[in-house]
């Protein structure tokens, strides 16, 4: 039975359950890390190092400076650009009324989503968790992408996760939350981006995004739905691919998928690796 859920790991479902079982089950990782994930994931530590450091730029590009170093050569996702974007966040937010709450917050909760279910372990970080102008709780997201307009900030099952978690943590409502998308666009010079008829813009966009009662409601329902459909694969012992796959070249896994088990036992030897699990301690407090 499933006793553990994240984010990333009902949105792996969604997109094929054979990914959910070479990533939460098998727990295995391809060797080689892709270069959009390990420059979002060394971005989100120099954004941490901005707001602890009492929003500090230089914090920032120090930190990025000390953790980047093992990044591959990249034309795009490179040191100029992270300056670049933490810079234009530096510009446009540093006197923003934020005031911080709980900082990068992880949690661990326990969820009794139904009747029928055993409790889950529901595990996130949140980017950022403070107020706001209006003193009512919210947090941050920041997300790095080349495409910003493709975000759907309602449905996002991220989003509505993380409040009802919030909502849990923090015994109160939390019903809003601030998203920066940091566009990774090439040619973008001093966090501008011009367009073709000679205008330009910011290649940051924040979004105040809402949420309601209703709609936390629905996420537990929805989440509770996806954890019969995990538990039943399991029962079969069988995670089906996704149909219409079109991840060939881009999925982490698409070389199992395409292979059989001998050489599938051969690739996980020799191209994957155990992914290292956090220590997640359950609570129902922020520290
Ligand atoms: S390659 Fe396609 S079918 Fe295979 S795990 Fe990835 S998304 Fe699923």
Redesign the pocket.
């Known amino acids: 039975m499933v006793d553990t859920i994240s984010n990333s790991r009902l949105a792996t479902l969604d ?2 359950p ?2 959910e079982y ?1 990533r939460y089950r098998r727990k295995i990782e391809p060797i080689v890390e892709r270069v959009p994930l390990t420059f979002g994931r060394l971005f989100h530590q120099a954004c941490k190092a901005y707001y602890d450091q009492g929003r500090s730029v230089d914090a920032a590009h120090a930190t990025w400076d000390t953790e980047a170093t093992a990044l591959p050569p990249d034309e795009l996702r490179n040191t100029a650009k992270a300056y670049e974007l933490l810079t234009a966040y530096d510009q446009q937010f540093r006197d923003e009324e934020w005031t911080d709450i709980a900082g990068e917050t992880k949690f661990a909760i326990e969820l009794q989503l139904a009747d029928d279910l055993p409790p889950v372990v529901y595990r996130g970080i949140i980017d950022r968790v403070g107020t706001i102008g209006d003193g009512k709780l919210t947090f941050q997201e920041w997300k790095t992408t080349a495409a910003p307009w493709n975000f759907l900030p309602n449905p996002n099952h991220q989003l509505t996760g993380y409040a009802f978690a919030m909502t849990q943590l923090f015994g109160e409502p939390v019903l809003q939350a601030r998203v920066t998308l940091f566009g990774m666009f090439k040619g973008s010079k001093d966090g501008r981006r011009k367009h073709k008829d000679g205008t330009s813009s910011s290649v940051l966009t924040r979004m105040l995004v809402l949420r309601t009662a209703n709609e936390l409601e629905d996420w537990r329902r929805s989440v509770a739905s996806k954890v019969r459909v995990m538990n039943m694969y399991e029962d079969q012992d069988f995670w089906p ?2 149909d219409s ?1 079109n ?2 070249g881009k ?1 982490d ?2 070389e ?2 395409g292979s059989p088990p001998e050489v599938q036992a051969y690739l996980i030897d020799t191209a994957y690796r155990p992914i290292k699990e956090q220590e997640w301690e359950v609570t129902d407090e922020v520290s």
Request: glycine share 6%.
């Open positions: 997109r094929c054979r990914k070479w691919g996704n796959c991840m060939y999925c896994y698409a199992l998928c």
